[in-house]
């Protein structure tokens, strides 16, 4: 486990949501920090999980448990050990400093008690790690893959690891979660499907935390489940067009295998055409991630960009023997998967999103009358140069041009949307179309990705007709996405005429969001060092405070973070430039329906 740096968790969540985590008061006393030294290879390997026939059973944690090991986890997270300790104590599990003795590092587990089990599974976080991964283990005895699934947490200097505490039929008790293992219903004792378990709360405390992570849900298949020898997915069955995780990691190890002459073979079935038999879409951890609302029972409709979930599937060729077997799978994340020291990309996920789709327009044919509106959410303008528009079959279209900040951006079929009347015009004309590229009225999808291939927005319906045919979907105030992804349910009605149609392309219809019209603007000097500005707010809206030296080129002010607002005064607090003379404005956004 050789680092090249070491990154620590002070300097890692300085530009993340700040969390607060509750301590739990109660009749337990703290545990104490344990300090270990060892091999954790060693350790993890020998530690003891009940088998399906073991008379040790799980049991479901409490809620009062689930809230004491969040707890623990995110003070583990922020680097405060005896807090962890506190809280910890309260869900029957100890707090270890442990010195991993190979590799020199010092982690922390959070492992249970030996008194009173639930067998919940023990939890690994590197106190000075380098790539934003979580290496998961669902099923060490059932798939098999313990040893492997360790060892590439450790080479990968991922910062977490997760390994269940029992076998996934130990319990005769059911699952309410839908899917099945080979007919039978899945256990609660099964990791993937259990979101009442410690195992789900890890994965959503650092979902919540670490926001620019990724899990490895790791597993064993046999080998006649699929031709391939890794089967890679994101942990939906929909297939994406552009650069997608799980299928850069799946490009990453052919290249190695074929280097090497090896005959194993990798598939990802985000790759259109393939099976998405093994995308892992019923596992929990997986539809939370991709923003399910019920994890246990609704899959998700697509997954969320940048993908933070992979769902690894390898056979016995590849999980088998020693850790040379499975070197290609560790090369490959490292290669692909960010340290945090990695920049951030330029063009942040949600910079772009679809307000408005005409899927089936009256006035004119589909010809002429159908278009895609865009938001620049961004404070900068954002130059579209050959982007790419896929519908649900992977038919596609370009276009080109520039959106400025609080702007729309209408991208139509033709030069003319509604036979001549005001307003028709768009700003792009979708073009080099390949295939028959229209917006379907009955069901589609619209991806809109960059030059490069990467995801900026999409928009999923399922009913084009849901509003009637000449009738534009438009994104209902509340529900512009910071992820760029929106689905059918988060449109209404147009009730905007445009011409014998209803719909708005180019302004903001009267069913649509506000867009940055400012509640304030002041002129400020000579009243340093630090300034604060007292507004009233709206529930639901969002406000951000925005500056310039000069009355142009307005830009949010770094470092200070939006307020949503609820019905209270607001306060801005900010330390004044050093120039004499700066002008403020408070913008508003997205706000809730009445």
């Known amino acids: ?50 088998s399906e026939f073991s008379l040790d059973k799980y049991r479901l944690p409490t809620t009062e448990e689930l809230t004491a090991f969040r707890n623990a986890l995110g003070h583990v997270l922020a680097g405060d050990l005896p807090a962890a300790s506190d809280d910890a104590a309260l869900a029957n599990y100890d707090v ?46 059932f798939d098999g893959v313990r040893t492997p699934s360790a060892d590439i947490f450790m080479d990968t200097n991922a910062f977490a690891f997760f390994m269940a505490g029992t076998h996934r039929n130990n319990s005769p008790t059911e699952s309410d979660c839908d899917g099945d293992l080979g007919g039978d219903p899945y256990r609660i004792s099964d990791m ?53 995780l799980s299928r850069s990691l799946a490009d990453a190890m052919s290249l190695i295998l074929t280097n090497a002459a090896d005959p194993r073979t990798v598939v990802s079935h985000q790759e259109p055409g393939e099976n998405p038999a093994l995308s892992g879409s019923t596992n929990t951890q997986g539809r939370y991630t991709n923003g399910s609302d019920e994890p246990c029972a609704v899959e998700a409709r697509t997954a969320i960009f940048p993908e933070r979930f992979i769902h690894m599937e390898c056979d016995p060729n590849v999980r088998s023997g020693a850790p040379a077997n499975w070197a290609f799978i560790t090369q490959a994340l490292n290669a692909e998967i960010q ?16 307000t408005e789709i005409m ?149 903001r219809g009267s069913t649509q969001f506000l867009v940055f019209p400012p509640a304030l603007t002041t002129a400020i000097s000579d009243l340093g060092p630090d300034f604060s500005i007292t507004f009233p707010t709206t529930p639901a809206v969002i406000y951000t405070l925005w500056h310039s030296p000069q009355l142009d080129n307005w830009q949010p002010l770094i470092g200070i973070d939006p307020l949503i607002g609820d019905g209270s005064p607001g306060v801005f607090t900010f330390p004044l430039p050093q120039d004499n003379r700066h002008f403020y404005q408070i913008h508003l956004n997205y706000a809730a329906p009445e």
């Open 192 to 244: 993937a499907h259990a979101p009442e378990s410690f195992f789900q709360a890890a994965h959503e405390v650092i979902e919540e935390t670490v926001t620019r992570s990724v899990s490895l849900s790791f597993h064993g298949m046999d080998t006649d489940t699929d031709p391939a020898n890794v089967v890679v997915s994101n942990g939906t069955p929909r297939a994406f067009p552009g650069n997608s």
């Open 359 to 507: 899927p089936d327009p009256q006035q004119v044919g589909d010809g002429l009358g159908e278009y895609i509106e865009l938001f620049n959410a961004t404070g900068a303008p954002i130059t579209m140069t050959n982007w790419t528009i896929f519908d649900s079959q992977f038919n596609t279209a370009t276009f080109s041009g520039v959106i400025q900040p609080g702007d729309l951006f209408v991208i139509g079929v033709s030069n003319d949307l509604n036979g001549a009347a005001p307003g028709g015009a768009p700003d792009a004309v979708w073009q080099n179309t390949f295939g028959d590229f229209t917006l379907t009225n009955t069901k589609d999808s619209i991806i809109i990705l960059d030059e490069d291939g990467d995801f900026v927005a999409s928009m999923i319906y399922e009913d084009g007709d849901l509003f009637g045919t000449g009738v534009s979907f438009e994104l209902a105030i509340g529900n512009a996405h910071p992820s760029g992804q929106t689905e059918d349910v988060d449109y209404i009605a147009s009730t905007t005429v445009f011409d014998g149609d209803f719909g708005s392309p180019g302004t």
């Open 1 to 50: 486990m050789m680092k090249s740096h070491a990154t620590s968790y002070s300097s890692i969540f300085l530009s993340l949501p700040a969390m607060v985590f509750i301590s739990a008061a109660g009749c337990l006393s703290a545990g104490p920090i344990l300090n270990e030294a060892g091999d954790l290879q060693l350790l993890l390997d020998n530690t003891v999980i009940p």
């Open 96 to 141: 270890v400093s442990y010195t991993d003795n190979i590799s020199g590092d010092v982690i922390t587990l959070l492992r249970e008690k030996n008194s009173d089990r639930h067998w919940g599974g023990i939890y690994v976080v590197d106190q000075t790690p380098e790539r934003a991964l979580v290496v998961q283990c669902p099923h060490p005895l």
């Open 339 to 354: 340290l945090f020291s990695d920049p951030v990309p330029d063009l942040p996920i949600g910079a772009l999103v679809i």
